[in-house]
């Protein structure tokens, strides 16, 4: 019984070492790779409501996007796995990390990865508060966002942050300064960790605001205007002190899955 025990600890050792060394082969160790991906379509989304700290659920359409996202996603490997501590970002996470070789990657909760936090605007139509801030440009706020792009060349996050931390009547919504400080120190803090087991691709679940900002901090200037769709992938890669940007708001992963969905 004995012997029966110790072979099967020692062929247990051997596959695992096995995995984890094809796992290594597959991890690009060239510095770190962060997969930025915005959580599923929501309610809130849905229905053109404000949704920063607020949260609403994944619909039936945002469960079937993060999954496709999942399955484009099977064959990139992570060494870490992280996500905002919000619902509809945990729940895409999870989605994710069910899908592929994940098994052994822990996912770490952080809420410094939240969302803008919108104040007293939670919760109520995206109008009320978008309008202003577009008419201040002399611009048409669109529902569906078709000129979120000429909107953003023409008004910068710390702008848009602040104009909106100062139309708040509640004044409970974040200025600029205090949104930029808990994304960079999330981020370093996510790359410093991945430094120190070798580096390689980590998955960072996070919204479309978080996203954008952290790009304009990290890799300024060249994204911008940038769509950051639902279950879209945005990479980032850091070596040597530096930030590159690789992908913005990538759809080819939620494409390539879909594909994978409809045989």
Request: glycine share 10%.
């Amino acid at each position: 019984m004995m012997i029966k025990q110790i072979l099967a600890v020692t062929t247990a050792l051997v596959m695992t070492l096995t995995s984890t060394a094809g796992f290594a082969q597959e991890t690009d160790k060239d510095g770190v790779h962060l997969y930025l991906i915005r959580h599923g379509k929501t309610m809130f989304n849905t229905t053109s409501q404000v949704q920063g700290w607020a949260d609403s659920p994944l619909t039936a359409v945002g469960v079937e996007g993060a999954k496709a996202a999942a399955l484009g996603l099977a064959e990139t490997p992570f060494v870490a796995a992280y996500t905002s501590d919000l619902g509809r970002a945990r729940h895409t996470a999870k989605i994710i990390l069910e899908q592929g070789d994940r098994g052994n990657l822990v996912l770490n909760d952080d809420e410094r990865l939240r969302e803008w936090n919108y104040g007293g605007y939670e919760g109520r139509d995206d109008v009320e508060m978008w309008k202003p801030l577009f008419e201040e440009l002399g611009m048409e706020f669109k529902p569906d966002w078709s000129n979120w792009g000429e909107f953003t060349a023409k008004m910068s996050d710390e702008d848009i942050a602040n104009a909106i931390a100062r139309n708040d009547k509640l004044q409970w919504a974040e200025t600029y300064d205090q949104i930029k400080t808990r994304y960079t120190q999330s981020i370093n803090d996510i790359v410093k960790a991945t430094e120190s087991i070798g580096g390689g691709n980590v998955m960072i679940v996070s919204h479309g605001g978080a996203i954008g900002s952290i790009l304009d901090i990290f890799t300024p200037g060249q994204a911008i205007g940038a769509d950051i769709g639902n279950s879209s992938v945005t990479v980032i890669h850091y070596k040597d002190g530096q930030y590159t940007l690789e992908k913005a708001g990538d759809l080819s992963y939620l494409e390539k899955g879909k594909a994978l969905l409809a045989k």
